[in-house]
């Protein structure tokens, strides 16, 4: 099992920067591909980044390269999303998944554990 927890979430005028955080605990935390999902009011849960655990190759969906980036300390079990240049677009629920393959890491679906989310507001 592996539990996760998401901080850092807020409000920010657009334009501004937040870092996520999500706390991984339990058996081999360190050992699995570590991803950002977000949901906005009305849409599907929709992937944002993701980092594998066995070479911390990362990936991005469009709309955020050039302005998020994932990242993760193993010694302390964390994996981060900065985000920068925010939009009112990327006003949505943020939640931290992990899975333990490192394929078809923009499939929510095939996740095996998840956070409970943190709010990001981006005000115009």
């Known amino acids: 099992q592996v539990q996760l927890v998401e901080s850092g979430g807020g409000l920010v005028q657009a334009g501004g920067s937040l870092r996520l955080s999500c706390a991984a605990s339990?058996?081999?935390?360190?050992?699995?591909?570590m991803t950002w999902f977000r949901q906005a009011p009305g849409k599907e849960r929709e992937f944002v980044a993701a980092?594998?655990?066995?070479?911390?190759?990362?990936y991005y969906t469009e709309s955020v390269k050039g302005r998020f980036t994932i990242s993760r300390d193993n010694a302390e079990n964390t994996v981060y999303l900065q985000m920068n240049s925010l939009k009112p677009a990327d006003t949505a629920i943020y939640y931290c998944a992990a899975k333990s393959s490192s394929w078809n890491l923009d499939k929510k679906d095939e996740y095996d554990y998840w956070g409970q989310g943190t709010q990001v507001t981006v005000s115009s």
């Open positions: 339990g058996r081999s935390a360190s050992r699995y591909a």
């Open positions: 980092v594998r655990w066995s070479d911390s190759r990362t």
